[in-house]
T-cell receptor, first 112, second 113 residues
Protein backbone atom coordinates (compact mmCIF):
# COMPACT_ATOMS: atom_id res chain seq x y z
CA UNK A 1 0.00 0.00 0.00
CA UNK A 2 2.31 2.74 -1.25
CA UNK A 3 1.16 6.09 0.14
CA UNK A 4 2.72 8.31 -2.56
CA UNK A 5 3.58 6.55 -5.78
CA UNK A 6 5.26 8.00 -8.83
CA UNK A 7 5.84 6.50 -12.24
CA UNK A 8 8.14 5.85 -13.89
CA UNK A 9 10.98 5.23 -11.44
CA UNK A 10 13.58 5.75 -14.16
CA UNK A 11 13.27 7.83 -17.30
CA UNK A 12 16.03 7.95 -19.90
CA UNK A 13 15.37 10.07 -22.96
CA UNK A 14 16.98 12.35 -25.48
CA UNK A 15 17.25 16.11 -25.55
CA UNK A 16 14.28 17.81 -27.11
CA UNK A 17 11.75 15.12 -26.19
CA UNK A 18 8.57 15.69 -24.16
CA UNK A 19 7.91 13.47 -21.15
CA UNK A 20 5.49 13.13 -18.23
CA UNK A 21 5.84 11.88 -14.67
CA UNK A 22 2.73 10.74 -12.82
CA UNK A 23 2.06 10.95 -9.09
CA UNK A 24 -0.76 9.55 -7.01
CA UNK A 25 -1.38 9.64 -3.26
CA UNK A 26 -3.85 7.48 -1.36
CA UNK A 27 -3.58 9.34 1.95
CA UNK A 28 -6.55 11.64 1.40
CA UNK A 29 -4.28 14.68 1.58
CA UNK A 30 -5.29 18.08 0.24
CA UNK A 31 -1.85 19.36 -0.77
CA UNK A 32 0.65 17.94 -3.27
CA UNK A 33 4.12 19.04 -4.35
CA UNK A 34 6.87 18.53 -6.90
CA UNK A 35 10.52 18.86 -5.88
CA UNK A 36 13.74 18.65 -7.86
CA UNK A 37 16.84 17.07 -6.30
CA UNK A 38 20.06 17.87 -8.13
CA UNK A 39 23.28 15.88 -8.31
CA UNK A 40 24.47 17.44 -5.03
CA UNK A 41 21.27 16.20 -3.36
CA UNK A 42 19.91 19.73 -2.92
CA UNK A 43 16.09 19.72 -2.79
CA UNK A 44 14.05 22.59 -4.18
CA UNK A 45 10.30 23.09 -4.39
CA UNK A 46 8.95 23.47 -7.91
CA UNK A 47 5.18 23.48 -7.55
CA UNK A 48 2.50 23.03 -4.94
CA UNK A 49 -1.22 22.41 -5.32
CA UNK A 50 -3.87 22.69 -2.62
CA UNK A 51 -7.29 21.25 -3.44
CA UNK A 52 -6.35 21.21 -7.13
CA UNK A 53 -5.34 24.88 -7.12
CA UNK A 54 -1.79 26.00 -7.85
CA UNK A 55 -0.41 27.82 -4.81
CA UNK A 56 3.35 27.72 -5.33
CA UNK A 57 5.02 28.19 -8.69
CA UNK A 58 8.72 28.66 -8.24
CA UNK A 59 11.07 30.12 -10.82
CA UNK A 60 10.85 27.10 -13.05
CA UNK A 61 11.15 27.20 -16.86
CA UNK A 62 7.70 27.22 -18.43
CA UNK A 63 8.67 23.99 -20.18
CA UNK A 64 7.55 22.41 -16.90
CA UNK A 65 3.79 22.23 -16.46
CA UNK A 66 2.00 20.54 -13.56
CA UNK A 67 -1.53 19.23 -13.87
CA UNK A 68 -3.82 18.14 -11.06
CA UNK A 69 -6.89 16.31 -12.42
CA UNK A 70 -8.08 15.63 -8.85
CA UNK A 71 -6.80 15.95 -5.28
CA UNK A 72 -5.11 12.54 -5.40
CA UNK A 73 -3.06 13.17 -8.53
CA UNK A 74 -0.41 15.67 -9.54
CA UNK A 75 1.38 15.02 -12.80
CA UNK A 76 4.41 16.81 -14.21
CA UNK A 77 4.84 17.36 -17.93
CA UNK A 78 8.15 18.54 -19.34
CA UNK A 79 8.55 19.87 -22.88
CA UNK A 80 11.74 20.11 -24.93
CA UNK A 81 13.94 18.37 -22.39
CA UNK A 82 17.42 19.81 -21.83
CA UNK A 83 20.59 18.31 -20.36
CA UNK A 84 20.16 20.44 -17.22
CA UNK A 85 16.83 18.77 -16.50
CA UNK A 86 18.66 15.62 -15.44
CA UNK A 87 17.81 15.14 -11.76
CA UNK A 88 15.62 13.16 -9.41
CA UNK A 89 12.07 14.51 -9.21
CA UNK A 90 10.07 13.85 -6.05
CA UNK A 91 6.35 14.08 -5.56
CA UNK A 92 5.04 14.68 -2.04
CA UNK A 93 1.74 15.26 -0.27
CA UNK A 94 0.56 16.64 3.07
CA UNK A 95 -2.72 16.95 4.95
CA UNK A 96 -2.57 20.69 4.54
CA UNK A 97 -0.03 23.44 3.92
CA UNK A 98 2.67 23.36 6.61
CA UNK A 99 1.94 19.82 7.74
CA UNK A 100 4.54 17.02 7.45
CA UNK A 101 5.03 15.89 3.87
CA UNK A 102 5.07 12.31 2.63
CA UNK A 103 7.40 11.66 -0.28
CA UNK A 104 7.35 9.24 -3.18
CA UNK A 105 10.46 7.26 -4.10
CA UNK A 106 11.44 9.65 -6.86
CA UNK A 107 11.82 9.55 -10.63
CA UNK A 108 15.39 9.61 -11.87
CA UNK A 109 15.41 11.55 -15.16
CA UNK A 110 18.49 11.21 -17.37
CA UNK A 111 18.84 13.22 -20.56
CA UNK A 112 21.16 11.87 -23.23
CA UNK B 1 14.88 35.44 3.17
CA UNK B 2 14.34 32.18 4.92
CA UNK B 3 17.29 29.78 4.89
CA UNK B 4 18.51 26.56 6.47
CA UNK B 5 22.15 25.68 7.11
CA UNK B 6 23.35 22.21 7.97
CA UNK B 7 26.78 22.81 9.35
CA UNK B 8 28.34 19.46 8.46
CA UNK B 9 28.19 17.91 5.00
CA UNK B 10 29.52 14.56 6.25
CA UNK B 11 29.60 13.02 9.70
CA UNK B 12 31.54 9.77 10.09
CA UNK B 13 30.92 7.93 13.35
CA UNK B 14 31.51 4.47 14.77
CA UNK B 15 28.66 2.12 15.54
CA UNK B 16 27.12 2.57 19.01
CA UNK B 17 28.66 6.04 19.39
CA UNK B 18 26.45 9.11 19.94
CA UNK B 19 25.89 11.55 17.10
CA UNK B 20 24.67 15.11 16.64
CA UNK B 21 23.73 16.61 13.26
CA UNK B 22 23.57 20.39 13.40
CA UNK B 23 20.98 22.62 11.80
CA UNK B 24 20.54 26.39 11.99
CA UNK B 25 17.81 28.40 10.35
CA UNK B 26 17.03 32.03 9.72
CA UNK B 27 13.50 33.32 9.89
CA UNK B 28 11.90 36.35 11.45
CA UNK B 29 8.58 34.62 12.07
CA UNK B 30 7.35 31.48 13.75
CA UNK B 31 8.35 28.35 11.93
CA UNK B 32 7.71 24.65 11.83
CA UNK B 33 10.84 22.50 11.84
CA UNK B 34 11.43 19.02 10.45
CA UNK B 35 14.12 16.40 10.05
CA UNK B 36 13.89 13.93 7.18
CA UNK B 37 16.04 10.89 6.34
CA UNK B 38 16.79 9.66 2.83
CA UNK B 39 18.12 6.14 2.32
CA UNK B 40 19.85 5.35 -1.01
CA UNK B 41 17.49 5.39 -4.00
CA UNK B 42 14.50 6.21 -1.83
CA UNK B 43 12.32 9.19 -1.05
CA UNK B 44 12.45 11.23 2.13
CA UNK B 45 10.98 9.85 5.32
CA UNK B 46 9.92 12.05 8.22
CA UNK B 47 12.05 11.50 11.34
CA UNK B 48 10.48 14.11 13.60
CA UNK B 49 8.80 17.49 13.66
CA UNK B 50 8.47 20.56 15.85
CA UNK B 51 5.23 22.49 15.43
CA UNK B 52 4.76 23.89 18.94
CA UNK B 53 4.95 22.91 22.61
CA UNK B 54 7.87 21.07 24.19
CA UNK B 55 11.18 22.04 22.66
CA UNK B 56 12.53 18.49 22.95
CA UNK B 57 11.02 16.39 20.22
CA UNK B 58 11.30 12.61 19.95
CA UNK B 59 11.10 10.87 16.60
CA UNK B 60 11.38 7.46 15.04
CA UNK B 61 14.42 5.16 15.23
CA UNK B 62 15.61 6.64 18.54
CA UNK B 63 16.29 10.13 17.18
CA UNK B 64 15.46 13.34 19.02
CA UNK B 65 15.93 17.04 18.36
CA UNK B 66 15.85 20.19 20.43
CA UNK B 67 14.35 23.45 19.23
CA UNK B 68 16.36 26.41 20.49
CA UNK B 69 14.64 29.65 19.55
CA UNK B 70 17.35 31.99 20.86
CA UNK B 71 20.04 30.21 18.85
CA UNK B 72 17.70 29.45 15.93
CA UNK B 73 18.87 25.86 15.95
CA UNK B 74 17.25 22.44 15.67
CA UNK B 75 20.03 19.89 16.15
CA UNK B 76 19.35 16.18 15.70
CA UNK B 77 20.77 13.65 18.15
CA UNK B 78 20.93 9.94 18.73
CA UNK B 79 22.68 8.40 21.77
CA UNK B 80 23.84 5.24 19.98
CA UNK B 81 23.87 4.79 16.22
CA UNK B 82 23.56 1.61 14.15
CA UNK B 83 24.99 0.71 10.77
CA UNK B 84 21.45 0.98 9.42
CA UNK B 85 21.39 4.70 10.29
CA UNK B 86 23.79 5.38 7.42
CA UNK B 87 21.84 7.77 5.18
CA UNK B 88 21.38 11.40 4.14
CA UNK B 89 19.66 13.62 6.69
CA UNK B 90 17.82 16.83 5.81
CA UNK B 91 16.72 19.62 8.09
CA UNK B 92 13.76 21.64 6.79
CA UNK B 93 11.90 24.77 7.82
CA UNK B 94 8.36 25.78 6.93
CA UNK B 95 7.39 29.42 7.17
CA UNK B 96 3.78 30.52 7.03
CA UNK B 97 4.91 33.70 5.29
CA UNK B 98 6.14 31.94 2.16
CA UNK B 99 4.13 28.72 2.39
CA UNK B 100 7.26 26.80 1.39
CA UNK B 101 9.31 24.04 2.97
CA UNK B 102 12.98 25.02 2.66
CA UNK B 103 15.57 22.27 2.94
CA UNK B 104 19.14 22.38 4.16
CA UNK B 105 21.96 21.01 2.03
CA UNK B 106 21.87 17.63 3.75
CA UNK B 107 24.31 15.78 6.02
CA UNK B 108 25.64 12.37 5.12
CA UNK B 109 25.85 10.17 8.21
CA UNK B 110 28.35 7.34 7.74
CA UNK B 111 28.25 4.75 10.49
CA UNK B 112 31.31 2.51 10.56
CA UNK B 113 31.57 -0.91 12.23
Amino acid sequence: DTAVSQTPKYLVTQMGNDKSIKCEQNLGHDTMYWYKQDSKKFLKIMFSYNNKELIINETVPNRFSPKSPDKAHLNLHINSLELGDSAVYFCASSQDIGQPQHFGDGTRLSIL
Amino acid sequence: AQSVTQLDSQVPVFEEAPVELRCNYSSSVSVYLFWYVQYPNQGLQLLLKYLSGSTLVKGINGFEAEFNKSQTSFHLRKPSVHISDTAEYFCAVFSGNTGKLIFGQGTTLQVKP
